[in-house]
């Protein structure tokens, strides 16, 4: 570990995060940096990407047996993630060394690290696969006024072209860029701005991924993230649906209006029950099931998972959550699961979304955040 890694350990438990031990018993390893089980052999398969942010491992599961079988290790402070649609590639941001790490879908074996402009986040990959959009975020290095730490000039929205696998260019972003999300109809990235600046930019970005430029902004009070964005029927965007980090729920914007038209907030419950840890935030995760028919959402201050359906928004459950600082969620390719990163507990929940019920608890490594599903080739 490194003493940029451990610093980072040491923020998460200043924050209340209670990091513990996980072990697993590994059935085969081919290099240093990859172990593999027996559960990855066979034909394509479904599995669930991982990433452990406070470690430098990558978690892959099962959803067949809701176990850890697989992992991807050497990249230090794991953040963003996205796959290919054919399973050949899996790309990995890493605040460890400012770069994307491009990971062989066969072997797990790092191919390639990719160099970026700043500290990188979240990761997306255009429809068309032809290029990466990768969000930096503010670098905490500034010690000017020491003991105060500020940050440096660095953000915006780097783009990476999949043929080369090179930074093309970046798109400066006062305030840089922490959360970002590509368009289901793959026309625009959606970016919403990194909470530490100051002053703080309040802002969303959308970028025309045709012209690499910022078409529009929308005000949200903190930034927007995490975000989710719903299509209409001819595929074209309909609403960003975004947390704000501060409020235990979420906003409703527009697309075609760039307005902020609603905010749902999550049910109250008894002080006595509720999370007091409290990092990253009240509430953090979100998705829509590739129907468009339903929208689940995190709440961090409830240690609940939330559905409601679209477009009226009407909550038709909730699940409680083992787990606890619920951050990230992916939804299968089926509609019928979502996995739950909790953070704050180092596992996974695993949710049925017609009943909404909690069936399994996969451990996994040290703060657990960014998770997607993966067809292993």
């Known amino acids: 570990m490194t003493n940029?890694?451990?610093?980072?350990?040491?923020?998460?438990?200043?924050?209340?995060?209670?990091?513990?031990?996980?072990s697993f018993?590994?059935?085969?390893?081919?290099?240093?940096?990859?172990?593999?089980?027996?559960?990855?052999?066979?034909g394509a398969k479904l599995r669930i990407v991982q990433n452990n942010s406070a470690g430098d491992n990558v978690s892959?599961?099962?959803?067949?047996?809701?176990?850890?079988?697989?992992?991807?290790?050497?990249?230090?402070?794991?953040?963003?993630?996205?796959?290919?649609?054919?399973?050949?590639?899996?790309?990995?941001?890493?605040?460890?060394?400012?770069?994307?790490?491009?990971?062989?879908?066969?072997?797990?074996?790092?191919?390639?690290?990719?160099?970026?402009s700043g500290v990188p986040n979240l990761v997306q990959l255009t429809p068309d696969e032809k290029k990466i959009y990768v969000s930096i975020t503010l670098k905490w290095d500034d010690v000017s006024a020491f003991p105060e730490i500020k940050a440096g000039p660095s953000g915006g929205v780097d783009v990476i072209d999949t043929a080369s696998l090179t930074k093309v260019r970046t798109i400066a972003i006062k305030?840089?860029?922490?959360?970002?999300?590509?368009?289901?109809?793959?026309?625009?990235?959606?970016?919403?701005?990194?909470?530490?600046?100051?002053?703080?930019?309040?802002?969303?970005?959308?970028?025309?991924?045709?012209?690499?430029t910022v078409e529009w902004t929308f005000s949200m009070t903190p930034a927007p993230s995490p975000m989710v964005i719903s299509a209409k029927p001819d595929g074209?965007?309909?609403?960003?649906?975004?947390?704000?980090?501060?409020?235990?729920?979420?906003?409703?914007?527009?697309?075609?209006?760039?307005?902020?038209?609603?905010?749902?907030?999550?049910p109250d419950i008894p002080p006595a029950q509720q999370n007091?840890?409290?990092?990253?935030?009240?509430?953090?995760?979100?998705?829509?099931?590739?129907?468009?028919?339903?929208?689940?959402?995190?709440?961090?201050?409830?240690?609940?998972?939330?559905?409601?359906?679209?477009?009226?928004?009407?909550?038709?459950g909730s699940a409680p959550l083992s787990g606890k600082g619920p951050e990230w969620l992916t939804i299968t390719p089926d509609d019928k699961t979502v996995y739950v990163a909790n953070a704050?507990?180092?596992?996974?929940?695993?949710?049925?979304i017609a009943t909404m019920k909690e069936v399994a608890v996969i451990p996994v490594g040290f703060l657990p955040a960014r998770n997607t599903p993966w067809i292993a080739p």
Do not use: W
């Open 175 to 212: 305030g840089g860029i922490h959360d970002m999300y590509i368009s289901p109809d793959g026309k625009y990235v959606v970016a919403g701005g990194a909470r530490g600046a100051k002053p703080a930019t309040n802002l969303g970005s959308v970028i025309n991924t045709s012209t690499d």
């Open 25 to 42: 018993s590994f059935l085969a390893a081919q290099e240093a940096n990859v172990k593999v089980y027996a559960g990855m052999k066979g």
């Open 344 to 352: 704050q507990s180092n596992n996974v929940s695993v949710i049925d």
């Open 276 to 316: 007091p840890f409290g990092p990253p935030s009240a509430s953090h995760g979100l998705g829509i099931t590739s129907d468009q028919k339903i929208l689940v959402a995190n709440s961090n201050l409830n240690s609940t998972l939330y559905k409601y359906s679209l477009p009226d928004l009407k909550l038709l």
């Open 4 to 22: 940029k890694q451990a610093f980072r350990g040491g923020l998460a438990a200043l924050a209340g995060v209670a990091l513990c031990t996980v």
């Open 60 to 116: 892959i599961i099962d959803p067949a047996t809701n176990k850890v079988v697989g992992e991807i290790t050497g990249i230090e402070a794991p953040h963003g993630v996205t796959v290919a649609k054919d399973g050949s590639r899996i790309y990995v941001t890493s605040e460890g060394d400012d770069t994307v790490v491009v990971v062989d879908g066969k072997t797990l074996r790092e191919t390639k690290r990719i160099p970026l």
């Open 236 to 266: 074209s965007s309909d609403k960003i649906y975004a947390q704000n980090g501060r409020d235990n729920g979420f906003g409703v914007v527009d697309f075609a209006t760039h307005a902020v038209t609603s905010f749902v907030k999550f």
